[in-house]
């Protein structure tokens, strides 16, 4: 019970900062129609000129697509971590701070970038190819390697590490520092889940009255709802990895948002277990 009672306290004190600078949930929105408009501009040609016989030309344009998409969510991810550290340490920041320091590591995101994509890329083919225990398998790998990176952009932000850097450090930070504990992941899972329960219902709900004015009206209300629900966890999981990232190399997060000796107890390090 400890354990999820610091869950959840840590996806209180990621929603405390982001009450703090409300208009930065407006980073996930950009980026969600950034990548429509993108998506768009790459789909409606291919589509136009036939998708029946996919040739050389048109995967190529999807797999530019793909990193393309990719490199967009995690600049605007980027900057929601500018922004989120730019709090913590004392600052009032905007949508424009958090775009502009972002655009300072544009160069450094784009090889991460690149990388995530073909990941990405090769486990999705390598899942569409093997039965369920390889999915399950597959399904494993892509959690670690989740896991293993999750500090990855906030090195890159915060530090200017070059991608190849803040991958190493990361896995490092994971071994030595916060092990296999990540109990603000659970925190922010269980908030996100009860969060979306209402938009299932309402589609649910619109569903089951399909034909119906009423039926529409709860569709397009638990879609909203939906979207508005993984705003705001997007913005959560970027001022969470900020946090983390701090406790991770200090010990301590700045500022009072984030207390420190719940962090130390969601994250019993392997040294300190050693010890005992």
């Known amino acids: 019970m400890s354990r999820i009672s610091n869950s959840l306290a840590l ?10 600078d409300k208009e930065l949930m407006l980073l996930p929105v950009i980026s969600g129609a950034a990548s ?22 048109t995967l190529a344009l999807m797999l530019i697509m793909y990193f393309v998409l990719a490199y967009i969510t995690i600049f605007f991810n980027a900057a929601l971590i500018s922004a989120a ?3 913590l340490e004392g600052g009032d920041p905007t ?4 775009i502009r320091g972002a655009a300072r590591r544009a160069g ?42 999750f500090l990855v952009l906030p090195i890159i932000v915060v530090e200017g590490a070059s991608a190849g850097r803040a991958l190493k450090k990361s896995g490092r930070l994971v071994r030595s520092t916060w092990g296999e504990n990540l109990a603000g992941h659970i925190g922010l ?9 209402p938009a299932i219902v309402l589609v649910v709900a619109g ?4 034909g119906t004015g009423v039926g529409g009206v709860a569709i397009a209300l638990g879609v909203l709802w939906g979207i508005i629900v993984v705003i705001v966890m ?21 500022s009072d948002y984030f207390d420190s000796r719940v962090m130390g107890s969601a994250f019993h390090t392997r040294r300190s277990r050693r010890r005992r």
């Open 189 to 197: 899972g269980i908030v996100g889940f009860l969060l979306f329960i």
């Open 108 to 149: 450094k995101i784009l090889p991460w970038a690149l990388l995530s994509a073909v990941v990405s890329v090769i486990l999705r083919a390598i899942e569409e190819r093997v039965g369920l225990v390889g999915k399950i398998v597959i399904a494993i790998v892509g959690m670690a390697w989740t896991v293993v990176t």
């Open 36 to 57: 429509l408009i993108v998506a768009a501009s790459f789909l409606i040609p291919i589509i136009a000129a036939g998708v029946s016989d996919l040739g050389g030309a």
């Open 85 to 87: 550290n730019e709090r």
């Open 234 to 254: 997007t913005a959560l999981t970027g001022i969470y990895q900020t946090a983390l990232y701090h406790f991770a190399v200090a010990g301590h997060v700045p």
């Open 95 to 98: 949508v424009g701070s958090a």
């Open 207 to 210: 569903v089951v009255s399909a």
């Open 11 to 20: 996806a209180r004190s990621s929603w405390a900062v982001l009450k703090a």
